[in-house]
């Protein structure tokens, strides 16, 4: 899309085929309704930062697409962005990536928080799988963050592990929170499975809390090599 488009007009794009990614233009203020929904092969688009409006159903419909974006300043429609699709978060020059559990948009919990992090915003989440990301990216600047952390570890090890997120399994074991029974807890289940170089990278934690950095070690303390 070329530089000096201020505005994409209700159903611009609605249905198009073929899109893969949608590259918007910086000064961009305007995504109208419906705008981007329905596309099927929709990979990736991110908001610029100078949009102030997204509409109604947006990108509905929509749910191969990572879009990024941050919510701050913006007016965002109803069901704007689709159930299932990956969002990353932009916030206070950190960023949190969630799949969506639901058609979001409007004033829902998640953009409120995105938009303005406060512990009570936070609190108002409603999936750990939203929980768990924005306390790992809020945990040095939101107490409830760093408590919710702290209160469910285990969880959130798990959650990394099940997700096959590198990037937030790595944010989650550099807070140095777990313990070695958590550790050991989300080892078993990176095992269970298969989930090899999570396992790996659990392992070299529980070393270190061991004082070795002998990977072997711990192998054969497991599985009785």
């Not at 209700?10 to 305007?30: M, N, Q, V």
């Not at 596309?39 to 908001?47: C, H, M, P, Q």
């Not at 303005?116 to 790992?136: C, G, M, R, S």
């Not at 550099?174 to 289940?189: F, Q, R, V």
């Amino acid at each position: 899309m070329p530089e000096g488009i201020t505005l994409i007009a209700d159903g611009a794009f609605s249905g198009a085929s073929g899109i893969e990614e949608l590259i918007l233009p910086k000064g961009l203020k305007y995504i109208g309704k419906g705008a981007c929904k329905w596309l099927s092969s929709l990979k990736s688009v991110r908001i610029p930062e100078s949009v102030s409006f997204v509409g109604d159903e947006a990108f509905f419909s929509s749910g191969s697409a990572h879009i990024t974006l941050s919510t701050a300043g913006k007016e965002i429609g109803q069901t704007a962005f689709p159930h299932e699709a990956r969002v990353t978060f932009l916030v206070n020059g950190r960023e949190f990536t969630v799949t969506l559990e639901d058609d979001s948009g409007g004033d829902s919990p998640l953009l409120r928080f995105a938009a303005e992090p406060t512990d009570e915003h936070f609190a108002q989440l409603e999936y750990k799988e939203y929980k768990i990301p924005a306390a790992v990216c809020l945990s040095g600047e939101l107490s409830s963050c760093r408590r919710y952390l702290e209160d469910n570890i285990e969880k959130a090890l798990c959650f990394a592990v099940k997700t096959g997120d590198d990037t937030l399994l790595e944010a989650i074991v550099a807070l140095d929170i777990a313990g070695g029974a958590e550790l050991d807890a989300a080892i078993d289940y990176a095992i269970t499975l298969g989930r090899i170089e999570q396992q790996v990278m659990l392992m070299r934690e529980k070393n270190k809390l061991l004082g070795t950095e002998n990977v072997d070690s711990i192998m054969t303390d497991r599985f009785d090599i």
